[in-house]
């Protein structure tokens, strides 16, 4: 037999809530050939594995199984869900020590058995844990993408969107700085079919947006959702789908994710949300949008509060 055609293989580390839900979403989408999931519960990697499995009758035909870090190898794309959820009332970044220990534990062993593909972050606090992975491995920061605020820049444009009564996709909006309390909103970028957002509110007669509840929402609606359901998984599923395909497809989409930001607006040697082009290798291209000086205080006081709990970790 001739050596079997390479498919698209994505590797899942983690098979909570969020890490079953992407590997769902995944094969409900026919987004890549093989999916891989890995946890350290065995038991349950098959067991999602198994259910997914059987239903792919019914939609693309997808390989799931579980496996080992071993197994990764010849990932295009490696997810990491891995570490404890946020409980309620608890912030993203109390989460920060004990997520890094896990990191810092599993993925020089992941990046060794797949050292070309790219890795994906997805727990949180995920600008912090995005930069620890850059800290303990030997991958190229174009390879380690956080999802960052792309699910925070959908929410923003849900909320915009429904305020004025239109469709999301018809809204340019973003979220900027770190995934979580100091992210902002850069409003001077934010847009309706060209039009700035204040100009289109006041020729559609809109009622007015109140800027500093929008923000005030989109930080809070990861918060609110696990308030009620206990865990946030269907939006960020969709999202790191978003994510995977523009890197499978080398789409050249641009996305807020958090990357490695060196020398741009004042601002080094942290991991925060910025637009950049994501293709078949990772970032492709960083997008540096034209700020006004408030919104540079605001994406740099978002990088000293990053840069003051990174100062804070041992790597």
């Known amino acids: 037999m001739g050596e079997k055609k390479k498919g698209t293989k994505i590797t899942i580390l983690g098979v909570g809530n969020v ?12 987004t890549c050939s093989d999916i891989v999931l890995v946890d350290i519960n065995k038991a349950k990697a098959k067991g999602e594995a198994m259910d997914i499995r059987q239903g792919v009758s019914f939609g693309h035909n997808v390989e799931i199984y579980d496996g080992t870090y071993e197994d990764a190898a010849g990932s295009d794309i490696v997810i990491v869900t891995l570490g404890i ?11 920060a020590r004990t997520n890094v220990n896990i990191i810092k534990e599993v993925m020089p062993q992941i990046a060794r058995y797949a050292p070309d593909a790219i890795y994906l972050i997805v727990s949180n606090p995920v600008d912090i844990l995005t930069y620890t992975i850059l800290k303990c491995t030997n991958l190229s920061p174009k390879q380690v993408i956080g999802s960052g605020t792309a699910l925070d820049t959908s929410r923003l444009r849900a909320i915009i969107a429904d305020h004025l009564e239109l469709s999301p996709n018809s809204v340019h909006a973003y979220v900027f700085g770190e995934h979580g309390d100091s992210s902002f909103i850069p409003w001077s970028l934010t847009s309706i079919a060209g039009v700035e957002m204040d100009e289109y509110i006041e020729a559609q007669d809109h009622g007015d947006l109140d800027e500093d509840q929008i923000i005030e929402e989109v930080r809070k609606a990861g918060s609110e959702v696990i308030k009620r359901k206990g865990a946030t998984f269907f939006a960020i599923g969709m999202a790191v789908n978003k994510i995977c395909d523009s ?13 490695l930001i060196q020398d741009k607006f004042g601002i080094n040697d ?3 949300s910025l637009p950049a082009v994501i293709g078949s290798n990772g970032i492709e291209r960083e997008v540096t949008p034209k700020l006004t000086d408030d919104e540079i205080k605001k994406l740099q006081a978002s990088a000293a509060a990053l840069r003051n709990v990174i100062d804070q970790i041992e790597f």
């Open 85 to 95: 959820g946020r409980k309620p009332g608890q912030t993203r970044l109390e989460l």
């Open 270 to 272: 942290v991991c925060l």
């Open 247 to 259: 890197i499978l497809r080398d789409s050249n989409n641009i996305i807020t994710v958090s990357y």
């Open 19 to 30: 890490g079953a839900t992407i590997a769902y979403t995944f094969a409900v989408g026919g």
